[in-house]
């Protein structure tokens, strides 16, 4: 079993859509959660950092469920620009120590069309 | 503000040759990370620094060496490039402290035939 588990889509909604994706993980030590994006052909960059309580960021929201070891992330209005790979990504501290290391799921395909 | 630079974008190789690809990062961060992307298998770790004269082995370190010169560099080094090599490659910085947030150089394209 991956460590970090997303439906890979592809997901193709039109603007001004909903849209939700989904992130399981397996290890139980995992104790820091983000959801990077990453464009075509370009690096992942960070869109928000997942917290226990849940958090919003204008249009985004990410949730995290650490009993059922679930993160997710809503798209409200989506946009044009909001085409990319979602990638959900862990912290698992190994031992107390973890060197930032992170571990990252597939990623999952959005696409919005007008 | 440059962030984290990779050397070079691109490259093609031949199965046998041998080639370093570079990063520098001018953050001031302490770890520095090399992963590999291929289709439908997300970003694996190759090598990590987590400060300077230290390296340790990630998810999928064989056929691959890294030095981390100083502080701002962390190259990583193929021996003998073979084709399961063909892949985007990507470093990656982070700070000290808490937070595990980190911070992507653009990539680069390698293609082994």
């Known amino acids: 079993r991956k460590e970090v588990e997303q439906d890979p889509g592809p997901f193709n909604v039109p603007e001004g859509a909903t849209v939700a994706f989904n992130c399981t993980y397996s290890?139980?030590?995992?104790?820091?959660f983000f959801w990077y994006r990453q464009d075509c052909r370009k690096e992942p960059k960070l869109l928000m950092s997942?917290?226990?309580s849940g958090n919003e960021d204008g249009r985004f929201t990410a949730q995290l469920n650490r009993a059922s070891q679930y993160i997710s992330l809503l798209i409200r209005d989506s946009k044009l620009s909001d085409s990319a790979t979602y990638l959900c990504v862990v912290n698992i501290h190994a031992g107390g120590t973890s060197y930032g290391k992170l571990t990252f799921g597939q990623g999952t395909i959005l696409t919005v069309h007008p | 503000n440059a962030g984290v630079t990779q050397t070079p974008k691109f490259q093609v190789l031949k199965t046998g040759q041998s080639m370093t690809l570079q990063c520098a990062q001018d953050?001031?961060?302490?770890?520095m990370y090399w992963y590999r992307q291929d289709p439908g298998m997300g970003l694996r770790l190759i090598y990590y620094s987590a400060s300077e004269g230290t390296t340790d082995k990630g998810e999928v370190p064989n056929g691959y060496n890294v030095s981390r010169l100083n502080k701002r560099e962390f190259s990583l080094r193929l021996e003998s490039a073979a084709p399961s090599q063909t892949s985007v490659y990507f470093c990656a910085s982070r700070p000290s402290g808490t937070g595990y947030i980190q911070y992507f150089g653009a990539g680069t394209r390698l293609s082994v035939l």
């Open positions: 290890n139980s030590a995992s104790q820091s």
């Open positions: 997942v917290y226990s």
């Open positions: 953050m001031n961060h302490n770890s």
